[in-house]
């Protein structure tokens, strides 16, 4: 009987970044981005920056951060995640942008329930928590923004 290497079944392609909604999307881009190096953990902090401002970004980058660092320490198993440019959205990637995104909202049974396939069920209420505090600054980054426009004189002489 030989054995045959698959693939990690959490790295399994379920759709595409495109496909999420920005909250979504966005944790997923997020969370490549702090597993990807400190070059990419940069770009991350530049937009929270641009976004919250340097006091409120410190803490939202850190929170992120601890979240992601204790789905890493307290996982059932190593989170698989898809390349940085990679359009593809992986099966864990989803659980975890899922996961805030209910979180966020409130939903507190599903998060639960999502954060005890990431996590052993002992440590699931502490990252469900954890998912609703990021989850929350997660919809402020993700928010649109109406367009800001120069301001111009009631008439259309400007000299």
């Not at 803490?59 to 992601?68: I, N, R, S």
């Not at 864990?92 to 507190?108: P, R, S, V, Y």
């Amino acid at each position: 009987m030989s054995t045959v290497q698959s693939s990690p079944r959490g790295g399994v392609t379920v759709g595409t970044l495109s496909d999420l909604p920005p909250l979504e999307a966005g944790a997923v881009i997020y969370l490549r981005h702090w597993f990807s190096g400190a070059e990419t953990r940069g770009q991350m902090r530049r937009d929270f920056e641009m976004n919250f401002g340097p006091e409120m970004a410190t803490a939202a980058f850190e929170a992120f951060g601890y979240l992601c660092n204790f789905c890493a320490t307290h996982g059932r198993r190593p989170l698989v995640r898809h390349g940085m440019t990679c359009k593809c959205l992986g099966a864990d990637e989803n659980c975890f942008a899922n996961l805030l995104a209910c979180a966020a909202e409130g939903q507190k049974d599903d998060a639960h329930i999502l954060a005890s396939l990431i996590v052993t069920p002992r440590k699931a209420s502490e990252l469900t928590q954890l998912a609703s505090d990021c989850g929350l600054l997660m919809q402020q980054i993700m928010r649109p923004r109406p367009l800001l426009r120069p301001a111009r004189p009631t008439t259309v002489t400007l000299h």
